[in-house]
T-cell receptor
Framework: GIQVEQSPPDLILQEGANSTLRCNFSDSVNNLQWFHQNPWGQLINLFY???GTKQNGRLSATTVATERYSLLYISSSQTTDSGVYFCAGNNNAGNMLTFGGGTRLMVKP | DTGVSQDPRHKITKRGQNVTFRCDPI?????LYWYRQTLGQGPEFLTY????????KSRLLSDRFSAERPKGSFSTLEIQRTEQGDSAMYLC??????????FGQGTRLTVV
């Protein structure tokens, strides 16, 4: 299976600031997803983005499949953005998603 | 609500007891996955089904763990003779083929 690395592991922001989270993967992927894990543990789907760029409100994501990385942008951060952000991908070698270690984001008021 | 549903949400059990968790996937999804997440880590794959067939199992799935998906609908994950190291969040997800996966709210297991 693939290896997935996320950076930074921890991030503290002041409300209103912008941030970029990165996800590197060891091999090409045909499925790449970003999730936000809420305080109760549920993984909330943010983006399904094997390639290209997508935007949803203050969030956007870009995956450069040829260079094996994906970026999640958070603009004008709010305290409710706090939590853990995971990226996960799979390739033809396995049908399961492999997760990175996550980025723990804290947005201070 | 047509999302992935898991039951129970929380389970506290004594070491050595057996526990069983249930997952109801999104109705039209043919794939169902089980993951385990320990504190501070990302979810780790345990096993997955396509319809009723269990197609892949992780090395994490010891012989005390068994999963079923009768008739290709809901799935159960049973842990026999629980150990303290089994304490974790157990997550279920479903997808239509290899498309986007959606997760349930998880079952948090505490073994005392």
């Amino acid at each position: 299976g693939i290896q997935v690395e996320q950076s930074p592991p921890d991030l503290i922001l002041q409300e209103g600031a912008n941030s970029t989270l990165r996800c590197n993967f060891s091999d090409s992927v045909n499925n790449l997803q970003w999730f936000h894990q809420n305080p109760w543990g549920q993984l909330i789907n943010l983006f399904y983005i094997p390639s290209g760029t997508k935007q949803n409100g203050r969030l956007s994501a870009t995956t450069v499949a040829t260079e094996r990385y994906s970026l999640l942008y958070i603009s004008s951060s709010q305290t409710t953005d706090s939590g853990v952000y995971f990226c996960a991908g799979n390739n033809n070698a396995g049908n399961m998603l492999t997760f990175g270690g996550g980025t723990r984001l804290m947005v201070k008021p | 609500d047509t999302g992935v549903s898991q039951d129970p949400r929380h389970k506290i059990t004594k070491r050595g007891q057996n526990v069983t968790f249930r997952c109801d996937p999104i109705s039209e999804h043919n794939r169902l996955y089980w993951y385990r997440q320990t504190l501070g880590q990302g979810p780790e794959f345990l096993t997955y089904f396509q319809n009723e067939a269990q197609l892949e199992k992780s090395r994490l799935l010891s012989d005390r763990f068994s999963a079923e998906r009768p008739k290709g609908s809901f799935s159960t994950l049973e842990i026999q003779r629980t150990e303290q190291g089994d304490s974790a969040m157990y997550l279920c997800a479903s997808s239509l083929g290899s498309a986007q996966a959606f997760f349930g709210q998880g079952t948090r297991l505490t073994v005392v």
